[in-house]
């Protein structure tokens, strides 16, 4: 089974990206062979400074493989490295109607939050069904947000299928039952956008500020407490074992445990979980040399598919 997945590199991750989204990656690469791409051509959609963006793609690469990911086992390049996927979404737009598209609603968000419209917003979906399509993927893991765009995936490699043959592979979709909704700073999920996060990689300061600016309610220290509405507890049991919960939850109830005690819980939880992360981190960014390699040589690994499927696709609509 082949598994793809594609992630922007859209600024510094949290834990919402690490919950949501990175270990997700990670415990896929048991269940088959693994494609992961920077998504680095989608990221022009809304015109990040060059330099900024070479930076967050470097950074994003140091990130994954910190966290884990098998280079053994996971194909790891940047989409760029993949000039065919462009193509391979032109033939796609040929078949695409406009009414598909019009009906996106991920355009429609973009444009609603100030995003100045562009072709590449969108024809948005026509290069992630390239991204699928090209590397013969079976399975996608997405969130809710992308479920409508794999289903256009489907609905152009049938309609492109029943035009020219069956050339592309319908790939499945996956969304994890068990992802963690991670809470913000705030309360509200945890995201860049609200400026509520809690960074993966900050420094010790960095994340000891952010923890204890977690948003909680005024009762003092020796007031009892509702565990299951607190913002403190609800990052804490993402790392905690259950007994470790359960013992935080009845100093709650009890009293006498304020809530600076528990950030600080938090904090130590979490800076103790992310330290191999961050040690390994640290090595790869001493050495950028190794990780633009690894790019490199995974790009030339995914354009060697990419170019066997071009080939058919290529083949299949009369082009030489």
């Known amino acids: 089974m082949r598994i793809l997945t594609g992630i922007q590199p ?3 991750p949290h834990l919402g990206n690490y919950f949501g989204a990175m270990r997700q990656v990670c415990e896929l690469q048991e269940k088959g062979e ?4 920077i998504a680095d051509y989608h990221a022009l959609t809304t015109n990040p400074e060059p330099r900024l963006l070479r930076e967050r793609v470097f950074n994003l690469a140091l990130d994954f493989i910190a966290c884990g990911i098998d280079l053994d086992r996971t194909v790891f390049f940047r989409q760029s490295a993949v000039p065919e996927v ?9 078949v695409t109607p406009v009414g598909l598209l019009e009906r996106a609603h991920s355009y429609k968000d973009k444009i609603a939050k100030g995003f100045s419209p562009n072709n590449g917003l969108f024809s948005y979906p026509v290069l992630m069904a390239a991204d699928i399509l090209l590397y013969g993927s079976d399975l996608v893991p997405v969130g809710k947000d992308q479920k409508q765009h794999l289903e256009i995936t489907r ?7 029943n035009q020219y043959g069956g ?4 790939p499945e979709g996956y969304i994890p039952e068990a992802v963690a909704i991670v809470p913000g700073t705030d309360g509200q999920k945890m995201s860049k956008s609200y400026g509520n996060t809690i960074p993966l990689f900050g420094t010790e300061k960095e994340t000891r500020k952010a923890i204890m600016n977690i948003v909680t309610d005024c009762r003092g220290l020796d007031d009892p407490k509702d565990p299951d509405s607190c913002n403190v507890v609800a990052l804490f049991k993402l790392f905690a074992s259950p007994e470790e919960l359960a013992e935080m939850c009845e100093r709650y ?11 600080q819980a938090l904090f130590e939880k ?5 330290e191999p992360m961050r040690r390994r981190r640290a090595e790869l960014a001493a050495d950028p040399g190794y990780v ?10 995914a354009r060697s598919e990419a170019e066997k499927t071009l080939k058919r696709v290529r083949r299949a609509v009369g082009l030489r």
């Open 167 to 170: 050339i592309f592979r319908i």
């Open 86 to 94: 462009c193509e391979l979404a032109w033939i796609l737009d040929t």
């Open 253 to 263: 109830r009890a009293g006498g445990y304020g809530y600076g005690h528990a950030k």
């Open 10 to 12: 859209s600024g510094t």
């Open 270 to 274: 979490m800076w103790n979980y992310f």
């Open 34 to 37: 693994s494609f992961l791409f």
């Open 155 to 161: 609905d152009l490699a049938i309609k492109f299928n």
């Open 292 to 301: 633009e390699e690894v790019l490199r040589r995974n790009g030339e690994r």
